[in-house]
């Protein structure tokens, strides 16, 4: 049950934020709303405030904001408050909020990590030595706590990093506390990549509560990070340089079950990083995605009219044709994983 009510949070906050972002710059460009809807078939329940109806629906994987104007038959709109009345720019600025608003929800999720469970920092004790490394070689052992480098006091462990990288090949004096005694030794870093100096020592994390401004700095800054490494890690898919790691909802859904277990703090990191993924996969060019319609906003902004509504509607209704296909594919092998990781799954 708590991974039930888990996943209609995970999936609930992710729905949210991305039709918000589209709902919100709809309503500030002055586009008429008629639908706000979390979730897609049977409507559950709804509220009518204004001129927009806000509904829940049966199904939690996906969401609509129906706007005046997007769908060709609609028979009156009044004139300025339709999607298609507005310029390219507005027009593209409604669709990309929604994957926007996904990264603002990962840097939010991420700073209440860091505000209230804490960053993981380094300190300044080694935590373990690699073996036949200069620093094994020379006697530094695991729990020693680094105090000075050269005669100059080490405060953090970037400190000791840049001290370290900065002597490649040189002799350096290392003073560690070692069962409260300080300890001299002398160490020779070998030259690594791009001529860094390493001794083979990794440090202790320790967990660090943020402040609010440290904690959205940071989590800024993380969101960033995981956005490149998926950007990578999809590169060398296509290029065939990984192999192709698909996961649907079944996944996603085990994989909630395990933070569960976990934690709340991993559940709202797990939500993070499928929030980056639900804003970048939604970049993408492939039809009924927010990135084809900006694609096809591109087109009409370099041709001077829009492509026929019509036809592009068509593309769309094909292009989600092929995600649920693709859908029903990675459903299937994650069961079949799932079982083969679990033979005695009933």
């Known amino acids: 049950m708590a991974t039930f009510w888990a996943s209609i949070f995970v999936f609930g906050i992710l729905i949210f934020f991305h039709e918000l972002g589209h709902f919100a710059v709809a309503k500030a460009v002055g586009i008429k709303v008629h639908e706000f809807s979390l979730g897609f078939g049977p409507k559950l329940v709804g509220v009518a405030r204004g001129e927009t109806n806000y509904n829940l629906r049966l199904f939690p994987l996906g969401g609509f904001v129906r706007m005046a104007g997007m769908d060709p038959e609609e028979e009156e709109v009044e004139k300025g408050t ?44 080694i935590k373990s030595i690699l073996p036949g490394q200069p620093a094994e070689i020379a006697g530094i052992k695991a729990g020693d706590r680094i105090d000075m480098i050269n005669d100059k006091k080490m405060n953090t462990w970037d400190d000791i990093t840049a001290s370290i990288n900065s002597h490649a090949g040189e002799k350096i004096s290392v003073l560690v506390i070692r069962e409260q005694k300080p300890v001299e030794i002398t160490v020779v870093p070998e030259a690594g990549e791009g001529g860094r100096g390493l001794i083979g020592i990794m440090p202790e994390q320790e967990m660090k509560r943020l402040n609010p401004l440290a904690a959205i700095a940071t989590g800024f800054s993380f969101t960033v990070k995981v956005t490149v490494l998926i950007l990578s890690f ?3 898919m296509i290029t065939g ?29 797990l939500a993070a990083f499928l929030s980056i993924n639900l804003g970048l996969f939604n970049l993408l060019p492939i039809p009924a995605l927010d990135g084809s319609r900006i694609m096809f906003l591109g087109f009409e902004g370099l041709r001077g009219r829009p492509v026929d509504p019509a036809k592009e509607n068509f593309i769309h209704l094909v292009g989600f044709g092929f995600l649920l296909l693709l859908i029903v594919f990675i459903t299937y092998n994650d069961i079949l994983q799932l079982f083969i990781q679990n033979p005695q799954a009933p």
Do not use: C, H
Request: hydrophobic share 55%; proline share 7%.
């Open 241 to 269: 340089q990984a192999p192709a790691d698909l996961g649907g909802p079944v996944r996603v859904i085990w994989e909630i079950d395990q933070a569960v277990q976990t934690g709340i703090f991993y559940l709202l990191q």
């Open 82 to 125: 339709g999607f298609g009345d507005k310029t390219v720019l507005q027009r593209v600025s409604v669709i990309v909020a929604g994957p926007i608003m996904n990264f603002f929800l990962a840097i939010l999720l991420l700073a209440l990590i860091f505000m209230f469970q804490g960053y993981p920092a380094p300190n300044t004790t």
């Open 234 to 236: 999809i590169g060398k």
